[in-house]
C-alpha cells in the first residue's frame, strides 16, 4: 500500500479519479488533485477536502509543472472520455489526451517521479481481435478516443524506455459504481439506465442490445491503481507495458436493462452507433500474475445489491 507518499492525480475530481483520490487520502497520503472539471456528462465533481486541490488544465505545462515537484507517484486520469463525444470533437480529443498527457509525463520526468500510472481504454481492442481480448493482441483503433489513448501508452512507454521514468498502464473495461456519471445520451449506460428508470424514462438500448461488454466495478480500479503503483516484481519486464483491467465475465446490454427494470414496460431501442466494438471481454490473466489483482464485485450482484438499497427496483 501507498502510505506517507506524495501523490498527484490528474482527473481528480471526476468519477474514476475521484475514487482514486479518497483512496489515497485514506491511506495517509499528501494528495494533490488537478482537475479543470470540463467533462459535460458528470453530474457533479468530487474534490476531498483533504486533498490540495487545484482546478488547473492539464494542457496549460508552465501552471501545473511545479506542482510534480517532490512527487512520488502520478496517477494520470485527466482526459477527455467517451467514444461518441470525441467524434464529434476529434481535435479537442487529440489535444487534450495526447498533448495533456505528454505535459504530465515530461513534468513527472523532470521532478524525478517513481512511478507513473496511465488510465487506458479496451477500446485499443477494436473490433479486429476476437475476444477474450489480451494485452499482446493488435490494436485496432475505431474513433478519435481510442486514438488518443493509445497514443498516449506509446508516449508512455517512451518516457518509460528512453526517459527512465517508471511507468504502467491500466485499460479499463466499462467502469461502473457509485458516481458514475449519468448526464446525457452518452452517459455509461449502467448509471444512464438507473437514472432513466429513476425519472420514469424508458431506458434508451442502442441497436439490438445484444453488443456485450465486461463491466468492472470501481473500486476494483482503484485497487488495480494502488497495486500498479507499489508492484515490486523482481522482473521488470513489465514496466511500460499494458495490463487489462476487467473481470473477464461480459453481459449484454439487454442483460444489464432486465437487470435493472423490466425492458418489456421500461426500454426503447435507438439507432445504433458508429465506431464501436460488438464485444470486450478481458483476458485479466497478466494483471492477475503480476500485479497481484483481482476484481472482487461482479455487475448483477452490484446492480442487485444498490437497486434494493435504494428500493428502485421496477416491474411493470
Excluded at 498527484?8 to 479543470?36: E, P, Q, Y
Excluded at 488518443?148 to 466499462?174: G, H, I, M, Q
Amino acid at each position: 500500500m501507498i502510505k506517507n507518499k506524495r501523490v498527484l492525480v490528474t482527473g481528480g475530481a471526476g468519477f474514476i479519479g475521484s475514487h482514486v483520490v479518497d483512496k489515497l487520502v485514506k491511506l495517509g497520503n499528501n494528495v494533490i488533485c488537478v482537475d479543470n472539471e470540463c467533462a459535460k456528462q458528470n453530474d457533479k465533481f468530487y474534490w476531498n477536502p483533504e486533498a490540495d486541490n487545484y482546478k488547473y488544465d492539464i494542457l496549460n505545462y508552465d501552471l501545473i509543472e511545479s506542482l510534480f515537484n517532490g512527487v512520488d507517484y502520478v496517477f494520470h486520469l485527466a482526459a477527455r472520455a467517451r467514444i461518441q463525444p470525441t467524434i464529434n470533437d476529434p481535435a479537442g480529443t487529440i489535444k487534450t489526451n495526447i498533448n495533456g498527457t505528454l505535459n504530465c509525463l515530461e513534468a513527472a520526468s523532470r521532478y524525478g517521479v517513481k512511478r507513473f500510472i496511465y488510465s487506458s481504454t479496451s477500446s485499443y481492442y477494436g473490433v479486429a481481435n476476437k475476444p477474450p481480448l489480451s494485452e499482446d493482441m493488435k490494436r485496432d483503433c475505431l474513433n478519435p478516443y481510442s486514438v488518443s489513448k493509445v497514443a498516449s501508452e506509446d508516449l508512455c512507454k517512451v518516457y518509460n524506455s528512453l526517459y527512465n521514468l517508471e511507468t504502467v498502464t491500466l485499460r479499463y473495461f466499462n467502469v461502473y459504481g457509485d458516481r458514475h456519471p449519468t448526464r446525457g445520451e452518452y452517459a455509461p449506460v449502467v448509471g444512464l439506465f438507473m437514472e432513466q428508470v429513476r425519472k420514469g424514462k424508458k431506458m434508451t438500448i442502442v441497436g439490438d442490445g445484444e453488443q456485450r461488454r465486461d463491466f468492472t466495478y470501481i473500486k476494483d480500479v482503484v485497487d488495480a491503481n494502488i497495486l500498479a503503483a507499489t508492484c515490486d516484481d523482481k522482473d521488470k519486464s513489465w514496466l511500460g507495458t499494458a495490463f487489462n483491467i476487467g473481470t473477464g465475465v461480459d453481459h449484454s446490454i439487454n442483460d444489464i436493462s432486465a437487470m435493472i427494470a423490466d425492458p418489456e414496460f421500461h426500454a426503447k431501442k435507438i439507432p445504433a452507433r458508429p465506431a464501436e466494438a460488438r464485444t470486450t471481454l478481458a483476458d485479466n490473466t497478466k494483471a492477475k500474475n503480476v500485479l497481484g489483482w483481482n476484481p472482487t464485485v461482479m455487475l448483477p450482484d452490484w446492480v442487485k445489491y444498490y437497486w434494493d438499497r435504494e428500493n428502485k427496483r421496477y416491474t411493470g
